[in-house]
């Protein structure tokens, strides 16, 4: 875990702020078991001192792209992920698996909304610009809302937020950026 490892700030100064970030698609690289530890380590290491603000910033490719990516980008490098011929690609859950083991994940702001708010994090923030999605997201004002093991109970399950309900709450506006100078280049 990042705190345990010296990475929290040296004194009790509730001006420091430690930033967590999983960028870049990181998380939708993953396998499964291993994104699930992940998100679980991130929470933890900004509980450790909620003396500090804490931070998790998470980037994912932007799941509306994933067919114009899978076409344009991933069809266009064979190099880098493997060919796609014979590849494995599930369009509804935007998963693409190579012959070459390369497999990656897209999600939409939506579903990133609603796997970090999942986690018990608050999304203070949620952008999506050209093919990516990044999310800022703070622990809650009362961080004992956050369970140390998966709760089943009713309550629990009431706490999860959809993606509409979601919008509806907190407003969040996902932005856009349309094909432009200021785009950035293809994945």
Not at 91 to 117: C, D, F, H, L, N
Request: hydrophobic content about 35%; proline content about 3%.
């Amino acid at each position: 875990v990042l705190l345990k490892n010296g990475c929290a700030p040296a004194q009790n100064d509730p001006n420091e702020l430690t930033i967590i970030a999983c960028v870049n698609n990181t998380l939708g690289i993953m396998p499964d078991d291993m994104r699930a530890k992940v998100y679980s380590q991130i929470v933890e290491a900004m509980k450790i001192n909620t003396a500090y603000d804490a931070v998790f910033l998470a980037g994912y490719w932007d799941g509306n792209h994933f067919g114009n990516s899978v076409q344009n980008f991933y069809g266009a490098n064979p190099m880098l992920c493997g060919e796609l011929k014979n590849a494995d690609i599930d369009w509804e859950k935007k998963i693409m698996r190579t012959t070459a083991g390369y497999t990656t994940r897209w999600t939409s702001p939506e579903t990133a909304y609603e796997v970090v708010s999942n986690l018990g994090l608050e999304v203070h923030k949620l952008e999506a610009r050209s093919r990516g999605v990044l999310v800022d997201a703070r622990l809650p004002k009362d961080v004992s809302s956050i369970s140390e093991e998966e709760d089943d109970s009713d309550e629990a399950k009431s706490m999860s937020r959809t993606s509409s309900e979601a919008s509806e709450m907190y407003q969040f506006e996902v932005k856009t950026l349309s094909n432009s100078s200021e785009e950035v280049a293809q994945d």
